[in-house]
């Protein structure tokens, strides 16, 4: 995602704010759930993947059809979330809140089977898990979240993520990160690498590099952090410099493409060394490499990808190269996947029109017109929060930005803070859209 400043994007979207708040406007804020008419509908539905947006169909659907047969494959038995896992790396918060289960969606009815997804025979409908076990489907949801595209940098390999962790799967990955952050000798050096293009929550690597200089600057004030990434600009890149320059002059050293020819390219975990592209080694205390992305691998073994990312009907997330299969959140793609943000928040509001298309077929429930609603969060600081929202409708190909909002350089600190406020229920309200809390 390229950098966007306030003036570009309101002549994109054509306003000059999406609302005051972005939980007013989001399709999180009216929920589908009490939308639908009962209904009494039979059939199967496997679902792949239990975040975002695969939870959210599980609870919509099932929710509003007692009667389909419902199945989400996850294999963690608890979720941990992704978003705000930045926060527990700064000390804002702790491991705990970001850990979920699904309870709730037992009691709905929705069977859960946590387990590895391996397999898809889609002539067959037919889903095979690593266990053993064979699902039939009639419809088929993959929302498996993104995988790494482990080749792009020389060394860096699953057993070297256990030294140099990525992070961007959280659980242990993030502890891993933590714990090494807390085990930095003060006066010591992080290192970050940051990912190309497209890849999940665009401005994540930054409120990272953010948390982590909040907490060098709390607990290790004399420690520094590098920033190498392969790009020249990066999403609220504005916002970010402006915060880093306020609060973390001393800690935070961003180093684009145009300095070191690509980023890094080549790592050693055994010596904790990087090297860039321009032939540079850099010896570092803790590195974060979070590397390039693509669909989750289910989602490449069921023929739903073309190239990294597997394209979709705009309207309703149905893939465009297998019937009967939707493909939603961080593996889809629409058009040209950096024309369309990866985040939690569209997931889960690609989630909301993936339900109502089931329904309408199983149930004969009322097609909605299809609206898709992102709203990053960014903490520079404690209560130092900036945000980017954004509503998009389809057209035949791609999506178009109907309305949008971008915080401004100039917002006051209590505007910032009521952001990072409403942040904090925006989590609430995602989180209980995905686990069928209350």
Known sequence: MVKINRRQFAKKAGVAA????????SPL????????AYAQGKGKVVIIGGGAGGGTVAHLIK???????????EVNPHYTTCFFSNLYLGGLQTLGSLVHGYDGLKKLGIKIIHDM???VDTKRKTVFLKGG????YD???LSPGIDFKWEDIEGYTPGAAQKMPHAWKAGVQTKILKNQLEGLRDGGLVVMSAPPDPFRCPPGPYERASMIAHYLKTHKPKSKLIIFDPKAEFALMNLFQQGWERHYGDIIEWIGTDFTDGGIKKVDPDEMTVTTGDGETIKADVVNIIPGQKAGLIAHAAGCAEGDWCPIKPQDFSSLKVKDVYVLGDSSMVNKAKDFP???????????IVANSILVEFVGETKLKPSYFNVCWSLLSPENCVKYASQYEPNEKTMKITSGFLSALSEDKDVRKQTYLDSIAWYSAITSDMFAKG
């Open 18 to 25: 999406f609302a005051a708040s972005a939980l007013g406007s």
């Open 29 to 36: 804020g009216t929920s589908l759930v009490g939308s639908f």
């Open 63 to 73: 929710r509003q059809a007692p009667d389909l047969d419902v199945t989400l494959v």
């Open 117 to 119: 997804a391996l397999d």
């Open 133 to 136: 076990e064979k699902l039939t």
């Open 139 to 141: 419809k088929l949801v």
């Open 342 to 352: 990866k985040s939690a928040s569209l997931a889960n509001s690609q989630a909301k």
